[in-house]
C-alpha cells in the first residue's frame, strides 16, 4: 500500500490502540496516538486535511465532526453518524479493511460551499469579465487537489494573486504562503535559498538556515518567474517534486517537502524548450493544471472595478481620497495596457500625488491615456492637447514629412527617396500674437494625414514614416478623428 497522509489514533481503548499501532507501523504509514485534550489542539493547528481513527474519546464523534469538517474520520465503534466526512466503520482490526479505509481516505476531499467558495473568490480576485470567470472558474476546479499548478501570462497581470487566491481555498490554507523569484536571486544563493543550508556549508554559512521549502511547511510554495531558473537548479528541483524530499546545503539528512507547488512565468517555456534553455521534463512536472492570467487588455470592463480596489489600497498611504470622473474612466477602458494591473495601480498612485482628495477628469490623465470622443473633439478640439508631446512627435526624427503649409516655416530639400531633411526657422510672430496649441495640433494633423495618403492608408508604414510606434499613431488618430482613407 502507498499511503503518504498522516494517521491520528484517538481511542481510549488501549488494546485496540496499541493493534492498530503496529499494524500502521507495518505499513509504514506515519501516526501519532493519543486520548486526551491536547489531541485536539494538536489536530486544530494541521493545516492540511488527517486522517483520524477515532474510538472512544472525551468528545463524541458527532461534535469532533463538526469541529474538524477539513480531516477525514473513520470510526473505530458502530455509530449512526452520516456526515460527508466520516468515511466509515472499522468493524474489525485487519489488514485489508483498514488498507481499504486509509485509501479512501487519501482520496477524500473536503469541498467549500459554492457560496463560500464565490464569496471568496470575489474578494480575492477584482473582475467580472468573462476572462475573469473563465480564471475563477479553473481555480475552483484545482483549489482543493494536490496537483503543481503553472501560472502563465504577461507581467503585471497578478499573477501572484491568482496563486493566493489558489491557496487560500486549498487544504493548506492554514499553512504558510511562501513566493520566491527565481529570476532575482542569484544563481550561486538559489540552492540555498529554496533548500536551506547547514552551519559551514559555505564561506558565511555561520550557522543552520532553513529554505523555503522549509518555511512553507504544511502550505503554498509559489516560484514566481520559473522561466529564469538556471539549468542546474532546474534538475534539483524536478527531483525535489518527484520525490519530495530533498537535502539542505551541505547537509546529508533528507527532508520531507510537504508543500504545494505553484510557479509562474511570463515566458515562451515551450519554446525555451526547444532552445535547450528549459528542462521538458520539469515543464511537464509543472504544467499539470495550467491558467492563464488575462490581460488587462482582455478585460477592460474590469477597471473601475480595479481602480475602486486600487483607490482603497493607496488611500491610507497617500491619507487622501480619490476618485475618477466618468470620461476619464472611459478613456482609461480604451487604452491598451501594456503594463497591465501594474501599470494601473502605477497610474492611481500618481493621481493621488497630482490630484489629492479631488476627482480625476479626462484632462488630468497623462496625455497618452487621454481617448477624446467626436463630440469633446468639435466643441474643445485642442484644449487638452499637451504642446510638448504635439513637439516630440513631430520633430523627433529627421525624416518627418512637411507640407507645402508650412513652407513659410521650414526650408526643406526634397531628395529622391522622400526623405527631407529641414532647417528649422521660428515664424515671425505677428502683433496679434499665435496660439501656439493650435499651431502645433494644425501641424501634427497635416503631417498624419499626408503620410497616410502617402503609404496607402497602411497605419504601419506611415507610423514607421513619421518616426513613431504604430500604437502612438493610432492614439493620435483617435484623438484628431483622423480614419485611414
Known amino acids: 500500500m502507498s499511503f503518504n497522509g498522516c494517521v491520528l489514533i484517538m481511542d481510549h481503548h488501549q488494546e485496540r490502540r496499541l493493534r492498530l499501532e503496529a499494524i500502521l507501523s507495518f505499513m509504514q504509514v506515519e ?7 491536547e489531541d485536539q489542539t494538536w489536530l486544530q493547528s494541521q493545516p492540511q486535511n488527517l486522517t483520524v481513527l477515532a474510538g472512544d474519546t472525551d468528545v463524541s464523534l458527532a461534535q469532533l465532526l463538526e469541529t474538524f469538517p477539513h480531516h477525514a474520520f473513520i470510526s473505530l465503534v458502530d455509530t449512526d453518524c452520516r456526515h460527508a466526512n466520516l468515511l466509515g466503520c472499522l468493524n474489525s482490526l485487519t489488514y485489508d479493511e483498514l488498507t481499504s479505509l486509509l485509501l479512501q481516505a487519501q482520496h477524500w476531499q473536503p469541498v467549500l460551499a459554492t457560496a463560500e467558495q464565490d464569496c471568496r473568490l470575489h474578494e480575492l480576485l477584482i473582475g467580472d469579465s468573462s476572462a475573469m470567470s473563465e480564471v475563477k472558474s479553473l481555480i475552483r476546479q484545482v483549489a482543493n487537489k494536490p496537483a503543481n499548478v503553472l501560472l502563465l501570462g504577461e507581467s503585471g497581470t497578478g499573477k501572484e494573486v491568482i496563486a493566493r487566491a489558489i491557496h487560500e ?28 543550508h547547514e552551519k559551514g ?62 510557479a509562474a512565468t511570463h515566458r515562451d517555456l515551450e519554446q525555451m524548450i526547444v532552445e535547450q534553455r528549459f528542462r521538458e521534463d520539469l515543464y511537464y512536472r509543472l504544467n499539470v493544471f495550467p491558467i492563464e492570467a488575462p490581460a488587462l487588455s482582455q478585460r477592460q ?10 483607490i482603497a489600497r493607496h488611500r491610507l498611504t497617500h491619507n487622501a481620497q480619490l476618485s475618477f470622473a466618468r470620461d476619464a474612466i472611459e478613456s482609461l477602458k480604451k487604452w491598451h495596457w501594456p503594463g497591465n494591473v501594474r501599470e494601473l ?15 480625476v477628469q479626462l484632462a488630468d ?121
Open 31 to 37: 501516526w501519532r496516538s493519543g486520548s486526551r485534550a
Open 301 to 310: 470592463d474590469d477597471i473601475p472595478l480595479l481602480l475602486n480596489e486600487l
Open 345 to 359: 495601480s502605477n497610474l492611481v498612485e500618481r493621481m493621488f500625488i497630482l490630484c489629492p482628495n479631488q476627482t
Open 365 to 485: 490623465l497623462p496625455i497618452k491615456y487621454r481617448v477624446l470622443s467626436d463630440e469633446q473633439l468639435l466643441t474643445h478640439p485642442f484644449e487638452e492637447l499637451d504642446e510638448r508631446d504635439a513637439l516630440s512627435a513631430i520633430f523627433q526624427s529627421d525624416d518627418d514629412g512637411v507640407s507645402e503649409n508650412e513652407a513659410d516655416f521650414f526650408d526643406f530639400q526634397a531628395t529622391d527617396d522622400f526623405e527631407e531633411e529641414a532647417d528649422f526657422m521660428a515664424p515671425t510672430l505677428s502683433v496679434e500674437g499665435v496660439n501656439l496649441k493650435d499651431m502645433l495640433a494644425n501641424i501634427e494633423m497635416d503631417m498624419i494625414a499626408q503620410s497616410l495618403e502617402v503609404n496607402d492608408g497602411v497605419v504601419a508604414r506611415a507610423a514607421e514614416h513619421l518616426g513613431m510606434r504604430r500604437t502612438t499613431l493610432v492614439e493620435k488618430m483617435k484623438k484628431y478623428g483622423i480614419s485611414r482613407e
Open 201 to 262: 556549508a559555505f564561506t558565511g554559512a555561520v550557522s543552520a538556515r532553513k529554505g523555503r521549502f522549509e518555511l512553507a511547511e504544511g502550505g503554498t510554495l509559489f516560484l514566481d518567474e520559473i522561466g529564469d531558473m538556471p539549468l542546474s537548479m532546474q534538475v534539483k528541483l524536478l527531483r525535489v517534486l518527484q520525490e519530495r524530499t530533498f537535502e539542505r546545503v551541505g547537509g546529508t539528512r533528507s527532508i520531507s517537502a510537504k508543500v504545494r507547488v505553484i
Open 169 to 196: 481555498l486549498s487544504l493548506q490554507a492554514k499553512g504558510p504562503f511562501v513566493p520566491i523569484n527565481c529570476g532575482a536571486i542569484p544563481a550561486e544563493l538559489l540552492e540555498s535559498e529554496l533548500f536551506g
